[in-house]
């Protein structure tokens, strides 16, 4: 199943997922940190672990029955494989943005070294060399 298609199907299927603050869209997940300290409000881990607890609750399929998958065990796999793309997305983006933010303040202590060093005397060795030279 590929990243468009669980989006597709979850978009058709209306699907709406269980948390603190009540039922959320597919939309609202982008918007929720990834975790938080307060029991009533949503993240995507508590999210998660919700659906989590409820695939749990199904138990698991038997390999030796001929009966395909449950339409609730289906809704509720397609929403675990949803919050762990935005999961892993955002956790992607995070990343990315903290790696920046890192590149930029070393960047920004190179500058302050140069413009430092600019503003001092010449080094020890071009001194020496400039006292020779008179």
Do not use: C, H, Y
Not at 51 to 61: D, I, P, T
Not at 65 to 74: F, H, L, V, Y
Not at 104 to 111: G, N, P, T, Y
């Amino acid at each position: 199943m590929t990243t468009d298609d669980i989006f597709r199907r979850a978009s058709r299927a209306r699907l709406r997922f269980p948390s603190p603050q009540g039922l959320l869209t597919v939309e609202d997940l982008w918007e929720l940190p990834l975790t938080t300290t307060r029991s009533n409000r949503a993240s995507i881990e508590n999210v998660g672990a919700t659906l989590l607890k409820e695939q749990r609750a199904l138990g698991e399929e038997s390999i030796l029955s001929s009966t395909t998958t449950s339409p609730e065990r289906a809704r509720i796999n397609l929403s675990v494989a949803i919050v762990r793309e935005v999961a892993r997305t955002r956790e992607s983006e995070n990343k990315r943005k903290a790696d920046a933010k890192a590149r930029a303040s070393e960047k920004e202590r190179l500058e302050a070294l140069i413009r430092e060093r600019e503003g001092k005397e010449l080094p020890l060795e071009e001194l020496k060399k400039k006292l020779a030279t008179l």
